[in-house]
């Protein structure tokens, strides 16, 4: 999943249905890619997922500088701490660099 998920409630949807989906056997997410300069996107996204049972779902972040700034995704990021999103944010791999590994790692 590609996803700018940050102030409206759209992409917070699509992933948690993609995970709800993935739960009930009906596909295999692989990765989410955060494409949006919210900080808090990146720990916004891994908190879902662990809520929604995939803990270690491989998260990619934006490739230009990450911005802070007030969100849906901040107020879900916040419940671990500013300086815990922050370092989500940075400690995720580029998009481009886990689209690479994920899809060289899958079947054909």
């Known amino acids: 999943l590609e996803t700018d ?3 409206g409630g759209d992409d917070l949807g699509a ?3 993609l995970l709800r989906l993935a739960r009930a056997g ?5 990765a989410v890619m955060s494409v949006t300069p919210q900080l808090g996107a990146v720990a916004c ?3 879902v997922a662990e809520r929604l049972g995939f ?3 491989p998260v990619g972040r934006r490739e ?3 911005v802070d700034e007030d ?4 107020a879900v990021a916040a419940a671990a701490g500013p300086a815990a999103w922050e370092a989500a944010a940075q400690a995720a791999p580029r998009a481009a ?5 994920v899809l060289a790692a899958a079947p054909d």
Do not use: D, F, M, N
């Not at 009906?26 to 692989?30: A, E, G, K, M």
């Open 71 to 74: 969100s849906h995704a901040r």
């Open 5 to 7: 998920l940050g102030g």
């Open 45 to 47: 996204i891994r908190r």
């Open 15 to 17: 992933l948690a249905l």
């Open 26 to 30: 009906s596909c295999r997410p692989l």
């Open 55 to 57: 803990p270690g779902l």
């Open 97 to 101: 660099v886990l689209y690479r590994r």
């Open 64 to 66: 230009e500088p990450l």
